[in-house]
């Protein structure tokens, strides 16, 4: 079963940046695009950002420009630098594939507040 594991969250002020990490138990990530979704309070997951197998990347527009997605392949690790982070950023975020795999992790809780 694979397993996704994602750290780096916490508070941040308005402006501040935060980077995540994504560790993956097996390499589901191989040949796969990479994921970064976000769910806040209720409101549906969405997708923010995508690194494809060739290393193109793909935002959302609310996070374009600010958010930058990374990958170490040798540690089957994603990564999503967050900068000029914004109160609307605040949810949880989680890594999988794109599409998604069935398996989630239990994501990382961003809070932008001042």
């Known amino acids: 079963q694979v397993q996704l594991v994602e750290s780096g969250g916490g508070l941040v002020q308005p402006g501040g940046s935060l980077r995540l990490s994504c560790a993956a138990s097996r390499t589901i990530f191989s040949n796969n695009y990479r994921g970064w979704y976000r769910q806040a309070p209720g409101k549906q997951r969405e997708l923010v950002a995508v690194?494809?197998?060739?290393?193109?990347?793909v935002y959302a527009d609310s996070v374009r420009g600010r958010f930058t997605i990374s990958k170490d392949s040798a540690k089957n690790t994603v990564y999503l630098q967050m900068n000029s982070l914004k109160p609307e950023d605040t949810a949880v975020y989680y890594c999988?594939?794109?599409?998604?795999?069935?398996?989630w992790g239990q994501g990382t809780q961003v809070t932008v507040s001042s």
């Open positions: 690194l494809t197998p060739v290393d193109s990347t």
């Open positions: 999988n594939t794109s599409p998604p795999h069935s398996s």
